[in-house]
């Protein structure tokens, strides 16, 4: 049995209990808060039997052997970091970190104390996403990714009210790139690689952060267009388009309806059952590697998540996108 922790008490950490309660390899027995009331008041509500308002007494109790992370993206890296300096494997929520110089830090820290650390990127363990990349072979020849989020943010009229929350705040690392746009260039990543080039516009906020933006990513033989909003909603599927017929995908962030169109117009649904949440599969992962002694995920791998934040910080860089975190 694998004990965990969990920092953060957000709707995400809601999800991923739910989740995890269907994993009988998982015990979640400590919960860590910035207050004590907040974590008694959670806790509680989850039987969590231990709760903490300091990590370091929650990683040194002797009632956790990893750590799920859902706090604020800023704080990302400096808190797994310390799990596992004491030897705890981190499942961190997407994005991983504030930027690549983060993520390289959390890698090393992972080498250097022989632990897992795994992105938690629900999306590409998701049943779906491995029957897309199983079916590739075939539309032929890929020559275009073009994959598509776009969510109006329920935070954004409190925002145009002048009510800025921790989702439209650079100091938190926020901002529709780093929420909604990594689920779209994850995927591009473990599917494609490493593109050769970057091209990035996007509507920035007076908060600081971005509230939508576009990416045209070029590749050997191929190119991607990426585009995430967090001011706009959007309908639109994604797609992947080859010589001999196209993929499309109903929503990139949680795959469910996967339909093959060839030449000519015939159509093949090639998805699969998913009978557990979203989040279960991430986890299912997260444990196998732990049961099995590896380090890291061959499909969420610590190559995937460089190359997505590589990527991300281009964007970033010419978008004008600054966060406090970059300075560190």
């Known amino acids: 049995m694998i004990r965990f922790g969990i920092i953060g ?10 989740a995890a309660q269907r994993n009988d390899d998982l015990q979640i027995t400590s919960l860590y808060s910035r207050t ?22 929650m990683l040194e109790s002797g009632q956790v052997d990893a750590v799920y992370i859902a706090s604020p993206n800023s704080f990302h890296a400096e808190q797994a970091i310390l799990c596992m300096n004491h030897g705890k494997h981190v499942l961190c929520e997407k994005p991983l970190a504030s930027n690549v110089t983060e993520v390289t830090a959390m890698i090393e820290a992972a080498k250097q104390n022989n632990v897992t ?5 629900k999306s590409t363990m998701m049943p779906n996403h491995i029957a897309i990349h199983d079916n590739l072979y075939r539309i032929g020849q890929v020559r275009r990714y073009f994959a598509n989020y776009g969510q109006y943010s329920s935070r954004y009229d409190a925002y145009k009210e002048g009510n800025i929350q921790n989702a439209f705040k650079p100091e938190f690392s926020n901002g529709a790139l780093m929420d909604l746009g990594v689920y779209c260039l994850y995927p591009l990543a473990v599917m494609f690689g490493r593109p050769n080039e970057v091209k990035a516009t996007g509507v920035m906020l007076e908060s600081g952060v971005d509230g939508e933006g576009s990416i045209i990513l070029s590749y050997d033989e191929m190119d991607a267009v990426v585009m995430y ?3 706009t909603d959007s ?12 993929v499309r995908i109903d929503k990139i962030s949680e795959p469910q309806q996967i339909t093959i169109t060839y030449r000519g117009g015939y159509e093949e649904e090639i998805n699969v059952s998913q009978s557990e949440p979203p989040m279960y599969y ?4 997260f444990l196998n590697l732990i049961i099995e002694g ?8 610590w190559e995937h998540s460089l190359i997505t934040f590589e990527i991300m910080d281009e964007a970033r860089r010419q978008l004008g996108l600054i966060f406090p975190a970059d300075s560190k």
């Not at 008490?9 to 739910?18: K, S, V």
């Not at 650390?117 to 990127?121: I, K, Y």
């Not at 309908?235 to 196209?246: A, C, F, H, R, V």
């Open 36 to 57: 004590l009331e907040r974590a008694e008041q959670f806790g509680g509500k989850h039987d969590i039997p231990h709760v903490f308002t300091d990590i370091t007494a």
């Open 9 to 18: 008490t957000n709707f995400i950490t809601e999800r991923f209990i739910d």
């Open 229 to 231: 909003s967090k001011i």
């Open 117 to 121: 650390l795994m992105e938690a990127m």
């Open 282 to 285: 991430e986890i299912r992962e």
């Open 235 to 246: 309908s639109l599927p994604s797609e992947i388009q080859g010589e001999l017929g196209s």
């Open 294 to 301: 590896r380090q890291q995920s061959s499909i969420n791998s």
